[in-house]
């Protein structure tokens, strides 16, 4: 079939409508820090996550706290990391841990899934 020559020129211009490549601000890293109210140690927060990304959360904590981290979603599948201030992976793909903080400095909380996008909630306490 023969096109007439302003189709031709438009449909150099215009780019494929399949892309598996994501502009870079998509991708960038957010973060949110995790704040508790005077005279608690708890939070809750609640939040969604699509397949294939990540919400970040930091919270200040010293070495020698305990720390403890639940996340439940509707679907099931949403997990955490968490990363010491060192950058050091103490914990990965997990629903539910707590333990003793071995530095002082921002923790990091990565929320992914296993499968699908999920919503959650997600307590976190600090003693």
């Known amino acids: 079939m023969i096109f007439p020559a302003s189709v031709k020129a438009i449909s150099s211009i215009v780019s494929s409508p399949v892309t598996s490549e994501k502009p870079a601000v998509l991708m960038a890293k957010v973060?949110?820090?995790?704040?508790?109210?005077?005279?608690?140690?708890?939070?809750?927060?609640?939040?969604?996550?699509?397949?294939?990304?990540?919400?970040?959360?930091l919270i200040k904590a010293k070495k020698g706290?305990?720390?403890?981290?639940?996340?439940?979603?509707?679907?099931?599948?949403?997990?955490?990391?968490?990363?010491?201030?060192k950058t050091k992976t103490i914990v990965k793909e997990s629903k539910s841990w707590s333990g003793e903080l071995s530095h002082t400095g921002d923790y990091e909380i990565a929320v992914g899934t296993e499968r699908g996008g999920a919503s959650y909630t997600m307590s976190v306490s600090v003693k």
């Open 31 to 57: 973060q949110q820090r995790i704040q508790f109210k005077k005279g608690t140690h708890l939070a809750e927060i609640k939040g969604g996550v699509a397949r294939g990304t990540v919400n970040t959360y």
């Open 65 to 85: 706290q305990k720390m403890k981290i639940e996340i439940q979603s509707l679907e099931k599948n949403a997990v955490f990391n968490i990363i010491d201030p």
